[in-house]
């Protein structure tokens, strides 16, 4: 009897292998073939010198003051049509598929800034994705349009103090008096804090045992009663972007600024954490291209023993083995862009390219600021500041430990898939 219990937990378990190998198989087996179009690249072309023209002449004020004119930049942008490229028309969108919003992605990593970009992708990926898709005429209307034209900058309230990656266990509540969400609480790390007019707040709703069931994605004024900038956060990185703890006490705001259905908040931001895990993806990539390229340049022209740095086999091979890894993780970024635009879930291919990103990012920036020597230590180099503001890859927006669970479960592995 022993034998065959034991027997049979073997099967066991060579099934539940061979069926997380299935899994895992078909999350990497539907390969696309994506790539930018002429159009693609006018778009990109277009902004990049828009960029080079408008904002990059700024970037080394912006990072000594540590803080970039959020407004002035947005309506910039705004203006251009490029805070709503894959937002609703009769919102003032241009309508197009999520192809465009990578294109423009791509051409915001060549802002000499990431604090700036960064900024730009919460505005445009991270705070109002739900809002576009779930949202009534009335947020839409008073949150999105203004967004898209750059007269309101936004920002996204979801992590806490004690709850950042493990978004379940946010403590904000909000309860119905009246007509109105009474709102107690606070948020942490927020991006654009200081400057925002509005925050994509998620909050706790109802008291559903299930906690991904009790929350909701309000949109706030920050201008309303009872919100206040508690503290403005210091970072070691990002240095234009704003960063604050905001707190809430008793704000009210009305109920139909709800985004989509009360107790539905949680899948609201989970839909929206795909848009912001390809976004930051896709401005990865060119921050890589351009450490890697600017390596080459500076290491073609620094000697060392009667010979540049680069002819040094160690450093021509290293630097070809980084661009390889690049390339693998631009094909990744292109599958899960055609998949999106075609409404699949991505989520295990989207956390995956996160993962993926983080890890990369920062193995390629110090990689290059090694072979910098003494002068990549300096702020008078890109390189530096690249290596400063990538490191918050594998943190923010899902740390890289919770991307790892989050692709076990997919693939069946992980103890509570197997239990």
């Known amino acids: 009897k022993q034998w065959y219990q034991r027997r049979v937990r073997v099967m066991l378990n060579v099934a539940r292998t061979a069926n997380a190998f299935k899994r895992a198989s078909a999350i990497v087996s539907q390969q696309r073939n994506y790539r930018l179009t002429a159009e693609h690249e006018s778009l990109k072309d277009n902004l990049t010198k828009l960029i080079d023209k408008e904002i990059n002449p700024q970037c080394d004020k912006w990072e000594k003051e540590q803080i970039f004119p959020a407004h002035e930049v947005f309506k910039l942008l705004g203006d251009s049509g490029y805070l709503g490229i894959s937002k609703p028309v009769e919102y003032g969108g241009l309508g197009l598929d999520y192809g465009y919003e990578i294109?423009?992605?791509?051409?915001?990593?060549?802002?000499?800034?990431?604090g700036v970009s960064m900024a730009i992708g919460v505005q445009c990926?991270?705070?109002?994705?739900?809002?576009?898709?779930?949202?009534?005429?009335?947020?839409?209307?008073?949150?999105?349009?203004?967004?898209?034209?750059?007269?309101?900058?936004?920002?996204?309230?979801?992590?806490?103090?004690?709850?950042?990656?493990?978004?379940?266990?946010?403590?904000?509540?909000?309860?119905?008096?009246?007509?109105?969400?009474?709102?107690?609480?606070g948020k942490m790390w927020t991006t654009n804090g200081t400057q925002a007019d509005w925050m994509c707040m998620l909050v706790n709703t109802n008291d559903h045992p299930n906690p991904h069931r009790s929350k909701s994605l309000i949109c706030v004024p920050m201008k309303t009663k009872g919100v206040s900038v508690h503290?403005?956060?210091?970072?070691?990185?990002?240095?234009?972007?704003?960063?604050?703890?905001?707190?809430?006490?008793?704000?009210?705001?009305?109920?139909?600024?709800?985004?989509?259905?009360?107790?539905?908040?949680?899948?609201?931001?989970?839909?929206?954490?795909?848009?912001?895990?390809?976004?930051?993806?896709?401005?990865?990539?060119?921050?890589?291209?351009?450490?890697?390229?600017?390596?080459?340049?500076?290491?073609?022209?620094?000697?060392?023993?009667?010979?540049?740095?680069l002819d040094n086999q160690y450093v021509h091979y290293r630097l070809a083995e980084l661009q390889t890894e690049v390339e693998c993780l631009r094909a990744l970024l292109y599958q899960c862009v055609e998949q999106h635009i075609a409404g699949e879930d991505i989520t295990p291919q989207a956390t995956m390219l996160k993962l993926k990103?983080?890890?990369?990012?920062?193995?390629?920036?110090?990689?290059?600021?090694?072979?910098?020597?003494?002068?990549?230590?300096?702020?008078?180099?890109?390189?530096?500041?690249?290596?400063?503001?990538?490191?918050?890859?594998?943190?923010?927006?899902?740390?890289?430990?919770?991307?790892?669970?989050?692709?076990?479960?997919?693939?069946?592995?992980?103890?509570?898939s197997r239990s």
């Open 231 to 309: 503290r403005r956060i210091n970072k070691m990185g990002m240095h234009s972007s704003d960063t604050a703890e905001i707190t809430m006490e008793n704000v009210r705001v009305p109920l139909d600024n709800i985004i989509g259905e009360e107790g539905k908040g949680f899948q609201h931001q989970m839909n929206q954490f795909q848009n912001e895990r390809i976004y930051a993806a896709a401005g990865a990539i060119p921050v890589m291209d351009r450490a890697i390229q600017a390596t080459i340049e500076y290491t073609s022209q620094r000697k060392a023993f009667g010979k540049s740095i």
């Open 103 to 114: 294109a423009a992605a791509e051409a915001f990593a060549s802002i000499n800034s990431g």
């Open 125 to 185: 990926d991270m705070a109002t994705p739900a809002l576009a898709k779930f949202g009534s005429h009335h947020v839409k209307e008073n949150f999105l349009k203004p967004s898209i034209a750059g007269d309101f900058v936004a920002c996204l309230g979801v992590s806490e103090v004690g709850s950042g990656s493990d978004v379940s266990s946010i403590r904000s509540r909000a309860y119905v008096d009246g007509n109105e969400w009474v709102i107690n609480g």
């Open 357 to 416: 990103s983080g890890r990369l990012v920062r193995e390629v920036v110090d990689s290059c600021l090694q072979f910098w020597g003494g002068m990549g230590y300096t702020d008078d180099v890109i390189i530096s500041r690249m290596w400063r503001d990538t490191r918050l890859m594998s943190i923010g927006g899902g740390a890289d430990e919770v991307m790892l669970n989050v692709i076990c479960k997919f693939m069946g592995i992980d103890p509570g």
